[in-house]
């Protein structure tokens, strides 16, 4: 599996600390300069904007250095990976060694309390990894969407579609297409008209899209890493039939009970990818190949592998419409829109997915993530 980011060499300007609390004196050796998003209502989308704020002092110490000191950000994720781990490791050994003593419970209580604050300081990292992709396309995060409504009516500018379709190969972005077509309606190539035309939403519904749309990119940047592999090792897949049809939906996409923790329930979501290809073709492309998985691995190529990928996800989401203006994500409220903006959305959501997969396959490679 490829990784997101090229791991920096160490050097000796970063001195690893013995333990996470001892990180201070690591951190003290980068300088920061605060900034403040201020209190500006427009939809800027810009470095400060960003609508999950780190929670954490890990996040907000990355949070610092990506913005002053961008050339030191990728060594300062692994330092901090690497502590974590240690971290984690080392209560949850002492916790092993007092098995057999008095201390027992309280050793175990403090190796929980270790991997609760590991695994949130860990999705402060992976959110700071994403958005890092975002901006070296640059085209940043869209802010939380309350910033971006003027009279009642949701404009998010500028498009940034050419940024955020760059990063796709050709095969990829027609599949992005076709799914932007079937979650929007609107025309695979609209006029600045049709473009620019507004259409009503229900609230809750922009919602499901856009979190559809987090896991169709995951899937297609899963899927599309194993196209390649077997198609390079000219292998048997064993989990692919010819002949046998699949319809790539929402709920398939959704690692159990995700969808309905979220969202509620998703009965009504419209099928993606749907109408492909004619049945009489045979597995020439990637989309031939994904029309052709087996059930199981359809599954398996689009389940969120890591629990720290599943709360991210939900925190973001959240983050981004529960906001003023957008009183939660189950609201029915209406909103008046623009297809453009709808497509902002949409394809930065399946930007969003594609990069989750390389964060969690390049975090992994340093800090064991939870399987979900």
């Known amino acids: 599996m490829e990784n997101c980011l090229t791991i920096k060499p ?6 690893r600390p ?20 201020g209190a500006s209502s427009h939809c800027e989308s810009s470095s400060l904007n960003t609508p999950l704020l780190p929670r954490t002092q890990v996040g907000k110490f990355l949070s610092g250095v990506l913005q002053n000191h ?50 949130v300081a860990v999705e402060d990292i992976m959110s700071l ?28 500018l500028p498009s940034k579609d050419w940024e955020l379709e ?59 890493l194993r196209y390649h592999l077997e198609r390079n090792l000219n292998l048997a897949n064993h989990d692919v039939h010819p002949g046998h049809r699949t319809n790539l939906s929402f709920k398939d996409m959704c690692p159990y009970g995700f969808e309905d923790d979220i969202f ?20 020439e492309d990637l989309k031939c190949y994904v029309m052709r998985f087996h059930p199981g ?17 939900r925190s973001y989401s ?11 994500v189950d609201s029915d409220d209406v909103i008046l829109t623009s297809f453009s903006s709808l497509k902002r959305l949409v394809l930065e959501a399946v930007a969003f997915g594609s990069f989750l997969w390389e964060t969690e396959d390049y975090i992994d490679n340093v800090y064991k993530l939870k399987d979900h």
């Open 129 to 156: 990894l994403i958005f890092h992709k975002f901006s070296e396309i640059r085209a940043p995060l869209v802010p939380k969407l309350s910033r971006c409504l003027y009279n009642g009516r949701l404009e998010i």
């Open 318 to 328: 959240s983050a981004l419409f529960n906001s003023e203006g957008f009183d939660s």
């Open 18 to 37: 013995i333990s996470f609390s001892s990180s201070l004196s690591f951190r003290s050796r980068v300088p920061l300069i605060k900034a403040s998003a």
């Open 264 to 283: 509620g329930h998703l009965s009504n979501m419209k099928p993606i990818g749907q109408g492909l290809i004619r049945q009489e073709e045979e597995i």
């Open 10 to 15: 160490h050097i000796g300007f970063f001195t």
């Open 166 to 224: 760059s990063i796709h190969t050709l095969e990829v972005l027609d599949m992005i297409r076709e799914h932007v077509t079937t979650v929007t309606g609107l025309k695979a190539k609209p006029s600045v008209t049709e473009s620019w035309a507004t259409t009503k939403v229900r609230q809750f519904l922009l919602g499901r899209i856009y979190v559809a749309s987090i896991l169709y990119g995951y899937f297609l940047k899963s899927v599309s």
């Open 297 to 313: 691995s359809l599954q398996r190529c689009a389940k969120l592998r890591s629990k720290e990928a599943v709360n991210l996800v």
């Open 70 to 119: 961008r050339n030191l950000f990728h060594v300062a994720v692994q330092e901090e990976l690497k502590l974590l781990a240690d971290d984690r490791d080392a209560a949850n050994s002492r916790m092993l060694l007092a098995s057999e003593s008095d201390e027992a419970l309280l050793h175990r209580r403090i190796a929980e309390m270790k991997e609760n604050q590991c695994e």
